[in-house]
């Protein structure tokens, strides 16, 4: 999210590691920053998240103070570099891109993926500190006539699909994620004790998420993660916030399964509209998910840069 507006002027902030009580603060810009007016269809309870993350892992965010102030902060595992509109132009920017390389780095990862909004300022920054426009994120959303039309799941043949066990299922389902996403735009890796952690938070409902197996093997092969939400006008909405199909299983019609699956429940919990976000490099998924109604609803471009090993303040 990345908001400089000059790499000119002197640097006066002072970058550092994140700490934890940094976070509400964060937040509170978040929030501030992703009004209705953005049309990037943030919802609070996406920066929420968000927040809660960095919460989790503060060591994945750097910020940037100014005489004890926030003044921005960078979140490589969020794709977020946000510096406050009171101090702009100071090549604080700059200062958060470094640390944000650096923290990529750290992570092994070998880019810095940043999200930037579609706005000339936001890309003429971007583009003078040596980013460079990568893959656009997509959010996808269906609702009304074509989400009561949708029909439930039909899955295929071979496989039983069942709700989480948050006994028996954290190692076989982080096998699985790192197996279906490897080689994703966007990566995601989990260890087995990074489920058990999440999923023992309060509040967590392992009926939210649906796993699949094959009846052969015994093995995961899909799943499919929802969230109920109330929008920011008060509606009741709700995010497939996460699947996948394991490569064997896929034109099969599991995809298809477990995407219907995610809108059933939802429907179930009392959203009338549904959303998931889909990467500009997925054709085949931007193709089913049009075909189940879903319509183009917000671009999240992201750039990218190489991350570096270079030390942070």
Request: net charge neutral; with cysteine; hydrophobic share 45%.
């Given at each position: 999210?990345?908001?400089?507006?000059?790499?000119?002027?002197?640097?006066?902030?002072?970058?550092?590691?994140c700490?934890?009580?940094?976070?509400?603060?964060?937040?509170?810009?978040?929030?501030?920053?992703?009004?209705?007016?953005?049309?990037?269809?943030?919802?609070?309870?996406?920066?929420?998240?968000?927040?809660?993350?960095?919460?989790?892992?503060?060591?994945?965010?750097?910020?940037?103070?100014?005489?004890?102030?926030?003044?921005?902060?960078?979140?490589?595992?969020?794709?977020?570099?946000?510096v406050?509109?009171?101090?702009?132009?100071?090549?604080?920017?700059?200062?958060?891109?470094?640390?944000?390389?650096?923290?990529?780095?750290?992570?092994?990862?070998?880019?810095?993926r940043?999200?930037?909004?579609?706005?000339?300022?936001?890309?003429?920054?971007?583009?003078?500190?040596?980013?460079?426009?990568?893959?656009?994120?997509?959010?996808?959303?269906?609702?009304?006539?074509?989400?009561?039309?949708?029909?439930?799941?039909?899955?295929?043949?071979?496989?039983?699909?069942?709700?989480?066990?948050?006994?028996?299922d954290?190692?076989?389902?982080?096998?699985l994620?790192?197996?279906?996403?490897?080689?994703?735009?966007?990566?995601?890796?989990?260890?087995?004790?990074?489920?058990?952690?999440?999923?023992?938070?309060?509040?967590?409902?392992?009926?939210?998420?649906?796993?699949?197996?094959?009846?052969?093997?015994?093995?995961?092969v899909?799943?499919?993660?929802?969230?109920?939400?109330?929008?920011?006008?008060?509606?009741?909405?709700?995010?497939i916030?996460?699947l996948?199909?394991?490569?064997?299983?896929?034109?099969?019609?599991?995809?298809?399964?477990?995407?219907?699956?995610?809108?059933?429940?939802?429907?179930?919990?009392?959203?009338?509209?549904?959303?998931?976000?889909?990467?500009?490099?997925?054709?085949?998924?931007?193709?089913?998910?049009?075909?189940?109604?879903?319509?183009?609803?917000?671009?999240?471009?992201?750039?990218?840069?190489a991350?570096?090993?270079?030390?942070?303040?």
């Amino acid at each position: 999210m990345t908001t400089e507006t000059s790499p000119g002027g002197c640097g006066t902030a002072t970058v550092r590691a994140c700490r934890a009580g940094d976070v509400a603060a964060i937040l509170a810009a978040m929030l501030a920053s992703h009004g209705p007016d953005e049309g990037d269809s943030l919802e609070p309870y996406q920066l929420e998240r968000a927040a809660e993350r960095i919460a989790d892992n503060p060591g994945s965010c750097a910020v940037a103070e100014v005489a004890g102030h926030l003044a921005g902060w960078v979140a490589p595992s969020e794709g977020d570099l946000m510096v406050l509109p009171a101090y702009r132009r100071r090549g604080i920017g700059r200062q958060l891109l470094a640390a944000g390389q650096a923290i990529a780095a750290a992570e092994g990862r070998e880019l810095l993926r940043l999200w930037v909004r579609r706005q000339p300022a936001s890309e003429a920054f971007a583009s003078a500190s040596g980013l460079r426009p990568a893959a656009s994120l997509w959010q996808m959303r269906v609702a009304g006539r074509d989400l009561a039309a949708l029909p439930g799941p039909a899955f295929p043949t071979g496989t039983a699909a069942r709700t989480f066990s948050p006994v028996n299922d954290p190692a076989p389902f982080a096998t699985l994620v790192n197996r279906i996403f490897i080689d994703h735009p966007s990566p995601v890796s989990l260890t087995e004790d990074e489920v058990r952690r999440a999923h023992a938070t309060p509040g967590f409902d392992p009926t939210s998420i649906l796993v699949v197996e094959d009846l052969s093997s015994r093995e995961m092969v899909g799943f499919c993660r929802v969230v109920r939400y109330s929008g920011r006008d008060g509606s009741a909405a709700g995010e497939i916030r996460l699947l996948g199909v394991d490569r064997a299983w896929r034109r099969k019609g599991l995809g298809r399964a477990v995407t219907s699956w995610g809108i059933a429940e939802l429907r179930r919990r009392g959203a009338e509209a549904v959303v998931l976000a889909v990467e500009g490099e997925n054709t085949a998924a931007q193709r089913l998910y049009t075909d189940m109604g879903f319509r183009f609803a917000a671009e999240w471009p992201h750039w990218t840069i190489a991350a570096t090993s270079a030390r942070r303040d």
